[in-house]
């Protein structure tokens, strides 16, 4: 079964904590992204990648970082930088970036303790 | 900025009549249009989608219209069943980029 894994579903983080977001694809896509949704708002793009090795910043990158060094991973750190990081994250992948509709996994929730 | 508006963030309709989600966006560059599904703890799942070529695409249930000339979409689902219910998200982009722009989201009850 093709698809896209985020895990953990629920993760904590303490304050000042630096914590990664997995995300793998199995569908050979090209083109991985991840959002952020806060209650009441849309999706907000973080970072993206349209390539292995390759990464560009979204609209509210401050405070995350990603890396690309497989086709099928593009995991997501949410820095200590990341004032405000209480949300639903979600990561998705298109088979190019020219090719919707894109696909999304099941989220991960962070929280604070 | 707010480039994709569902302004409705709530929508309860009965089992079996019409369910109309509307979504208006500002920005004319766009010109492919989607339409999300999502459970409460999943992801979205794609629903439908439209180009900008066209005014209608129907798919069993549910159609998808574009008026270009008043930047506003709207997803018919005919007829709505309590599976229905969930959080329909609104989602606009140009083809050849990857600027994906979505709305906050409208939640549609169905009640049996």
């Known amino acids: 079964d093709g698809g896209i894994t985020q895990s953990p579903k629920y993760l904590f983080r303490k304050e000042g904590q630096n914590v990664t977001l997995s995300c793998e694809q199995n569908?050979?896509?090209?083109?991985m992204y991840w959002y952020r949704q806060d209650p009441g708002q849309g999706l907000r793009l973080i970072y993206y990648?349209?390539?292995?090795?390759?990464?560009q910043k979204g609209d509210i990158a401050e405070g995350y970082s990603v890396s690309r060094e497989k086709k099928e991973s593009f995991p997501l750190t949410v820095t200590s930088a990341q004032k405000n990081p209480t949300a639903f994250y979600l990561c998705?992948?298109?088979?190019?970036?020219?090719?919707?509709?894109?696909?999304f996994g099941d989220g991960t929730r962070l929280s604070i303790l | 900025d707010q480039q994709v508006k569902q302004n409705s963030p709530s929508l309860s309709v009965q089992e079996g009549r019409i369910s109309i989600l509307n979504c208006d966006y500002t920005?004319?560059?766009?010109?492919?249009f989607l339409w999300y599904k999502k459970y409460p703890a999943e992801g979205p799942t794609f629903l439908i989608s439209?180009?900008?070529?066209?005014d209608k695409n129907e798919d069993g249930r549910f159609t998808v219209f574009l008026n270009k000339s008043a930047k506003h979409l709207s997803l018919h689902i005919v007829p709505s069943q309590p599976g229905d219910s969930a959080v329909y998200f609104c989602?606009?982009?140009?083809?050849?980029?990857?600027?994906?722009?979505f709305g906050a989201g409208t939640r549609l009850t169905v009640k049996p």
């Open positions: 439209i180009s900008s070529i066209k």
């Open positions: 998705a992948s298109r088979e190019t970036a020219r090719r919707l509709p894109q696909h």
């Open positions: 920005n004319s560059m766009f010109d492919y």
């Open positions: 989602a606009a982009s140009r083809i050849n980029n990857n600027d994906m722009r």
């Open positions: 990648s349209q390539i292995v090795n390759d990464f």
């Open positions: 569908l050979n896509h090209d083109a």
